[in-house]
T-cell receptor
Framework: DSGVTQTPKHLITATGQRVTLRCSPRSGDLSVYWYQQSLDQGLQFLIQYYNGEERAKGNILERFSAQQFPDLHSELNLSSLELGDSALYFC?????????????FGNGTRLTVT | SQQGEEDPQALSIQEGENATMNCSYKTSINNLQWYRQNSGRGLVHLILIRSNEREKHSGRLRVTLDTSKKSSSLLITASRAADTASYFCATPPLSGAGGTSYGKLTFGQGTILTVHP
């Protein structure tokens, strides 16, 4: 058990809708990262937050947004959903804000857009 | 584009055999990390090797790093059916000062390892 909790585990929704994915990091970790995993694109880094502040941005679409709250949990909001947004969305956490320590991954949220 | 590329894409072996996976990357790195992913689950960190290290061991895992060739290998000895998973290498970006930048770990496409009992 990595200590990272993601909810929900599965999400099925229709095109055009908006969903929110939630992540609770491992106790003591201040950084939260969001990744998208699909068969054709592999694991794509979306965004990183550290202690409430955005630290790094990757291939995150404008339709997607994220935030990290004072209690350090994070939410990833996906709006105007398209079929191509169907993927596994992972949250990971680490102690620091640099990529020089291991990332601890949750078990992901599987999003299906129909 | 992916920073790390694993080779082979898929590997099928019998229990007890050794499994070797390779990773090549394109830019200078401060460290390289290996992760395992069981089907449909989150990634699990296996080992981190720093750029000034050439070899690192953890249990049945042995990782080598050759910065001159921009490559790394992961060796799993005496494999077990439970080792069946996808294995990814991941590299972080360097900051302008040569240290590790913020946490944008870039993952390769992975090697799918199947260990037959």
């Amino acid at each position: 058990d990595s200590g990272v909790t993601q909810t929900p585990k599965h999400l099925i929704t229709a095109t055009g809708q908006r969903v929110t994915l939630r992540c609770s990091p491992r106790s003591g970790d201040l950084s939260v990262y969001w990744y998208q995993q699909s068969l054709d694109q592999g694991l794509q880094f979306l965004i990183q937050y550290y202690n409430g502040e955005e630290r790094a941005k990757g291939n995150i679409l404008e339709r997607f947004s994220a935030q990290q709250f004072p209690d350090l949990h994070s939410e990833l909001n996906l709006s105007s959903l398209e079929l191509g947004d169907s993927a596994l969305y992972f949250c990971a956490s680490s102690v620091g804000d640099r990529a020089n320590s291991p990332l601890h991954f949750g078990n992901g949220t599987r999003l299906t857009v129909t | 584009s992916q920073q790390g590329e694993e080779d082979p894409q898929a590997l099928s072996i019998q229990e007890g055999e050794n499994a070797t996976m390779n990773c090549s990357y394109k830019t200078s790195i401060n460290n390289l990390q290996w992760y395992r992913q069981n089907s449909g689950r989150g990634l699990v960190h296996l080992i981190l090797i720093r750029s000034n290290e050439r070899e690192k061991h953890s249990g049945r895992l042995r990782v080598t790093l050759d910065t001159s060739k921009k490559s790394s290998s992961l060796l799993i000895t005496a494999s077990r059916a439970a080792d069946t998973a996808s294995y990814f290498c991941a590299t972080p970006p360097l900051s302008g000062a040569g240290g590790t930048s913020y946490g944008k770990l870039t993952f390769g496409q992975g090697t799918i390892l199947t260990v037959h009992p």
